[in-house]
């Protein structure tokens, strides 16, 4: 069974950048499609907004409070995925989550990339890391 663990997240001023690590065991993780999520303070867990979706060949789409700020990119060599957050905001503070789709499962590969909310998606989650982006 896939089992997810991010990690990378802390404390960065506006405007700094962090690296965010998924790393994934139990399965390959180019068998999957890759959501970045992120929960903000205060917000349900049906409220966690689909950063990005990253396919098995590296192709990402993003979500437009992200767009070039975020990059998103695999290593199934070492069974990982990484965000790299650049330019960040206060807005930006938030659980951080990656989250895997069998890439398989084609209609759910696609709900994931045009944000279809979580609830409705069959995702496999890590447990998440914390970004708080304050002075």
């Known amino acids: 069974q896939l089992q997810l663990v991010e990690s990378g997240g802390g404390l960065v001023q506006p405007g700094g950048s962090l690296r965010l690590s998924c790393v994934a065991s139990?399965?390959?993780?180019?068998?999957?499609?890759i959501g970045w999520f992120r929960q903000a303070p205060g917000k349900e867990y049906e409220e966690r907004e689909t950063?990005?979706?990253?396919?098995?060949?590296?192709?990402?789409n993003y979500a437009e409070s992200v767009k070039g700020r975020f990059t998103a990119s695999r290593d199934n060599a070492k069974n990982t995925v990484y965000l790299q957050m650049n330019s960040l905001k206060p807005e930006d503070t938030a659980v951080y989550y990656c989250?895997?789709?069998?890439?398989?499962?084609?209609?759910?590969?696609?709900?994931?990339?045009?944000?279809?909310?979580?609830?409705?998606?069959?995702?496999?989650w890590g447990q998440g890391t914390q970004v708080t982006v304050s002075s």
């Open positions: 989250g895997a789709v069998p890439a398989a499962n084609f209609m759910s590969v696609h709900n994931l990339c045009i944000g279809i909310n979580v609830q409705h998606l069959p995702v496999s």
């Open positions: 139990g399965a390959p993780l180019n068998d999957y499609a």
């Open positions: 950063v990005l979706c990253l396919l098995s060949d590296n192709t990402a």
